[in-house]
């Protein structure tokens, strides 16, 4: 890192924010790129969030990250939005512009595309009906993702089901609820399947799900991230499904943040992914 009386300032507003990667990853490609900048942690409590927000430009800082439980606040303070932050409802980045006015992102819907690209190169989501586990945040990214990128129709299961109706309505396209007890058999011909939910993650419950009729050519991805490997990605792998981690999703979708704030586009690498994951 190289820090002088010019340096880019930059970094993630959340309560709590100290188990937050952000400053790890952003630091590495600072320090990767030679830039003269920082990005630090800032721990925020949600009655002083707006205060922060609009201190922002005036402490020469050139945007943020937003991780909870400010997401939707951001989107409601940020006098800019671009369309698919307002179709998702949450904005996780915030850039400021040259008049000090703040502009809101959310860039979890390019992080998802972008990982799935990477991790199986020539993925397009108009393949065929995708199969979407969860109707949190995460979920609005994935399905709005999708559905830019063509997915011919979404099928939606969550354990609360008014939730996926609530998700489905506010998203509008081609979203078809589906009960949770017939997860097994939404996956028949199903080109895409990935797990929103917090089930599988370390600490929580497994994801049960019966694979046997998702087509052996479905890509399957998780964003869960620790473990790296889940149980749904094991078993997919042992019956031959391209299958993608939700690690690069939390790369991925830090990129474009990183490139307004400090002027490069960065790269998203193995010895990245291994850096990340370190303590």
Request: aromatic share 6%; net charge neutral.
């Given at each position: 890192?190289?820090?002088?009386?010019?340096?880019?300032?930059?970094?993630?507003?959340?309560?709590?924010?100290?188990?937050?990667?952000?400053?790890?990853?952003?630091?590495?490609?600072?320090?990767?790129?030679?830039?003269?900048?920082?990005?630090?942690?800032?721990?925020?409590?949600?009655?002083r969030f707006e205060q922060v927000l609009r201190a922002l430009p005036h402490m020469g800082f050139a945007g943020a990250n937003v991780t909870v439980p400010h997401k939707e606040a951001a989107l409601a303070l940020a006098d800019h939005v671009e369309p698919v932050a307002r179709r998702i409802g949450a904005v996780n980045t915030l850039v400021v512009r040259p008049d000090g006015s703040l502009e809101g992102h959310n860039t979890d819907a390019f992080g998802f595309l972008e990982n799935l690209r990477q991790g199986h190169p020539g993925f397009s989501a108009a393949a065929?009906?995708?199969?979407?586990?969860?109707?949190?945040?995460?979920?609005?990214?994935?399905?709005?993702?999708?559905?830019?990128?063509?997915?011919?129709?979404?099928?939606?299961?969550?354990?609360?089901?008014?939730?996926?109706?609530?998700?489905?309505?506010?998203?509008?396209?081609?979203?078809?609820?589906?009960?949770?007890?017939?997860?097994?058999?939404?996956?028949?011909?199903?080109?895409?399947?990935?797990n929103t939910t917090t089930l599988g993650m370390e600490g929580q419950p497994p994801l049960l799900l019966d694979l046997q009729q998702l087509p052996v050519d479905a890509v399957v991805s998780d964003i869960v991230y620790v473990p790296l490997e889940t149980e749904l990605l094991g078993a997919a792998r042992r019956r031959g499904n391209p299958a993608v981690d939700g690690l690069g999703m939390l790369l991925h979708q830090a990129r474009p943040g990183f490139a307004a704030w400090f002027g490069v586009m960065p790269e998203v690498t193995d010895e990245l992914r291994n850096f990340v994951r370190g303590p």
């Open positions: 890192m190289i820090l002088t009386g010019h340096a880019r300032l930059a970094g993630v507003i959340g309560w709590p924010v100290g188990h937050s990667r952000s400053p790890r990853l952003h630091g590495y490609w600072l320090d990767k790129y030679r830039l003269d900048g920082a990005y630090l942690p800032l721990p925020v409590q949600p009655g065929g009906p995708a199969v979407v586990l969860g109707a949190g945040g995460a979920a609005r990214a994935v399905i709005a993702a999708l559905q830019e990128d063509g997915a011919p129709a979404v099928r939606l299961l969550n354990r609360t089901a008014e939730r996926a109706w609530q998700v489905a309505a506010e998203l509008g396209g081609p979203i078809e609820v589906v009960p949770w007890e017939q997860r097994a058999e939404a996956l028949a011909g199903a080109a895409l399947l990935v």
